[in-house]
């Protein structure tokens, strides 16, 4: 059983910049793959970015250019750094974790889900 605990949520003005932590544990991190969703109120979880046990990353196109995902296996942590934000930025965002992988920008491949952290983009 993986757990993870995101972290760095919080409240920013539009145009600036968060980052946000994914720690994993309990399971084997650098053979999972990764992937950050959000959610906004009254709306479904959306992809945002994942990146692949070897690397390889996506991103949605409405963050394309703003946001960046990275691992670091050492450190069993998966990062999203957030920059240039926008007011529909806001949402809870999850960190999720793919034992088999699949389509990494649907729900349905992620195993495991955190508890969300909140992102607040104040315009």
């Known amino acids: 059983q993986v757990q993870l605990v995101e972290s760095g949520g919080g409240l920013v003005q539009a145009g600036g910049s968060l980052s946000l932590s994914c720690v994993a544990s309990g399971g084997t991190f650098s053979r999972l793959h990764m992937g950050w969703f959000r959610q906004a109120p009254g709306k479904e979880r959306e992809f945002v970015a994942s990146i692949t046990w070897t690397g390889t990353t996506n991103y949605a196109d409405s963050v394309k250019g703003r946001f960046t995902i990275s691992r670091d296996n050492a450190k069993n942590t998966v990062y999203l750094q957030m920059n240039s934000l926008k007011p529909e930025d806001t949402a809870v965002y999850y960190c999720?974790?793919?034992?088999?992988?699949?389509?990494?920008?649907?729900?349905?491949?992620?195993?495991?889900w955190g508890q969300g952290t909140q992102v607040t983009v104040s315009s």
């Open positions: 999720a974790a793919s034992r088999s992988g699949g389509i990494l920008s649907y729900v349905y491949p992620y195993d495991y």
